[in-house]
């Protein structure tokens, strides 16, 4: 049960006077979407509000299913489009497009659904969404058709998460948001969980990677169905909040011009590519502008009025660093399963599986620790569980796979776990205090903040692993020469060949364990942001128990 008393009845808010089971907005604040109106309250409008985030979660899911989808079918793609698999840097954009696309609407997207209202916004993403993935699915051999596809599915799909979340505390009172937060946001991290084998088994089935995205279509005109008869259309408001349009945009092309700025197709000779610097310039400047653009402008996409500024601020800088370690985790752990545990395409998804069932389950108790505990102490204590895990997988030996703690519990599997449940307890808390340190008619933009902190975490850090591990890599093995065994004995033969296999995986150990120790510190600076969230001390002033 996410609500024990659907049928209380709280005291007036600014944000509106409760009256039975519909919110009654004033002039200060926009009203309340809430699947109860018009129910008469009651059992019916609690079993109406866990139907509507019930599914928001599911369109959560479904874009979370595509963000993930193409690791597992990336080889198919590349003969598709007559790739040569050592040129895996020529089809990157397909996965760093549908991210960049996730992040540059964000702000902009959650802005438009405290004005729209929630259902308005999700079925217009829905709509993008199902455009995004027809265009995918279409693009023939063209790769930049491919990548314009997939970031337009980002762009729609990016926005369903903090326009749920924002529904969560639309529709929940802080003391029992957590909870809800958790669970939408293990919709989310079920996502990354079945993304790689979602996209595998579907294009089995249908025969065709492009089936994936085919796909897409039927689920959203069920989805969009579903959306518009579980959440009611946008109450009438006395004054409807505008939308800073131009600053949506600056700071979609900030984001834009730095994750462009951080790609890198040949990140071994140089850790910038050769118009990062002037891209890196361009994304300042656009910075310099956005903030110069909040400071004058009379309606701003972040208004800080009545915000919580060191809970708002640590809650972003948490997520940042939680995305960081999650984008190096799913990454490097496939990387090593291949490079050094000899595991391959599924069997090398499955190894980071361990890791990946790990966040969902820790979303939800994260969630559901936050009443009892307080957010600050689950967020920082995840991140100190996570850190903990990192030191561990850094320490994994050359026979890891053989390795058991107390006899009988495979370390590489605890090791991961460990890892996992810590970076999941951390979603819940940190919603649930961006939530609680702005004001209701801002939820949906606060919601965007944090999850784009999160994805510019993941996207830094996956930058920032392509660019110092590689050239780590390549300064271990600078004086490593491939053996020149001809004339030499077969005996001579293996045994030089031994030597320079052995150096090579001694000189992979040594950069993944300096890659996992630099993520254990990430998330110790995570934890260090955390505990400047507030404690179990409620916000003054009452709020709707709804």
């Given at each position: ?22 919110a ?9 979407s809430?699947p ?9 409008g ?17 874009a979370?299913?595509d963000?993930?989808?193409?690791v ?21 954009p ?21 004005r729209?209202?929630?259902?308005a ?10 455009a995004?993935s ?25 926005a369903l998460?903090p ?39 579907i294009?089995?089935?249908l025969?065709?990677?492009?089936g994936?995205?085919w ?9 969009i169905?579903?959306v518009?008869?579980?959440?009611p ?8 909040p505008?939308?800073d ?11 834009g011009?730095a ?26 400047a656009?910075?310099?502008?956005f ?9 701003r ?15 972003l ?24 545990l ?5 069997q090398?998804?499955?190894?980071l599986?361990?890791?990946?069932v790990?966040?969902?389950i ?5 969630g ?6 307080g ?18 997988v ?5 026979d890891?796979?053989a390795?058991?703690y ?5 370390r590489?599997d605890?090791d ?7 970076l ?16 209701i ?15 510019m975490?993941?996207?830094i850090?996956v ?13 271990l093995t600078?004086?490593?020469?491939f053996?020149?065994?001809?004339g ?19 000189a992979l150990?040594t ?5 996992f ?30």
């Open positions: 049960m996410l609500d024990s008393d659907p049928s209380a009845d709280p005291p007036p808010t600014p944000a509106g006077r409760r009256v039975g089971a519909e009654v907005p004033t002039a200060t604040a926009p009203a309340a809430s109860s109106a018009g129910s008469g309250g009651g059992d019916g609690h079993s109406r509000r866990r139907l509507a985030i019930g599914v928001g979660g599911a369109t959560v899911l479904l979370a299913l963000a993930y989808v193409v597992g079918v990336l080889t198919d793609i590349l003969d598709a489009l007559h790739i040569a698999a050592n040129r895996l840097e020529r089809v990157t397909v996965v760093t497009g549908f991210l960049l696309g996730y992040i540059a609407g964000m702000p902009l997207l959650g802005s438009l659904s405290d729209l209202g929630r259902r916004v999700l079925i217009g993403c829905l709509v993008g969404f199902a995004g027809a265009l995918t699915a279409g693009s023939g051999d063209s790769i930049w058709l491919l990548t314009t596809g997939r970031a337009v599915q980002g762009l729609a799909g990016g998460l326009v749920t979340l924002a529904l969560a505390g639309d529709l929940w009172a802080e003391r029992r948001r957590a909870t809800v937060l958790g669970v939408v946001g293990a919709a989310q991290e079920l996502g990354s969980v079945l993304g790689p084998l979602y996209g595998v088994g294009a089995a089935l025969g065709s990677w492009r994936i995205f796909l897409n279509l039927p689920l959203v005109a069920v989805a169905a579903l518009w008869v579980a959440l259309g946008r109450a009438p408001a006395a004054v409807r505008k939308t349009v131009v600053g949506g945009l600056l700071l979609a092309l900030t984001l011009a994750v462009v700025a951080l790609y890198n197709p040949d990140p071994e000779r140089a850790v910038l590519p050769p118009w990062g610097g002037w891209t890196l310039a361009g994304a300042a656009g910075a310099v502008l903030v110069a653009w909040e400071l004058r402008a009379r309606t996409l972040i208004d800080l009025r009545g915000v919580l500024r060191r809970p708002f601020f640590a809650a800088g948490a997520s940042f660093c939680a995305g960081a370690a999650l984008m190096v985790t799913l990454v490097d752990v496939e990387l090593v399963a291949q490079t050094l000899g595991r391959h395409g599924v090398g998804t499955l190894v599986t361990r890791f990946l790990a966040l969902p820790g979303a939800v108790l994260g559901w620790l936050v009443s009892p505990l957010e600050r102490l689950v967020a920082a204590g995840g991140l100190a569980v996570a850190a903990g895990g990192y030191v561990l850094a320490g994994w030996p050359a890891v796979l390795v058991r107390l006899g009988f519990l495979p590489l605890t991961l776990v460990v890892a996992g449940f810590g999941g307890l951390v979603i819940g808390p940190l919603s649930a205090a961006i939530l609680r340190a702005t004001p008619a801002q939820h949906g933009v606060a919601s965007s903040a944090v999850v784009v902190a999160r994805m975490g993941m996207l850090g930058a920032a692993l392509t660019a110092w591990g590689l050239h780590r890599f390549h300064e600078a004086q490593l020469n053996p020149l065994v001809f030499k004995s077969a005996d001579e033969q293996r045994r030089l060949m031994d030597e320079y296999k052995d150096a090579l995986q001694s150990r950069e993944y364990r300096e890659i120790l630099a993520t254990a510190a990430i998330c110790a600076l995570g934890a260090a942001c955390a505990l400047l969230l507030q404690g179990r001390t409620a916000r003054p002033g009452p709020e709707p128990d709804h």
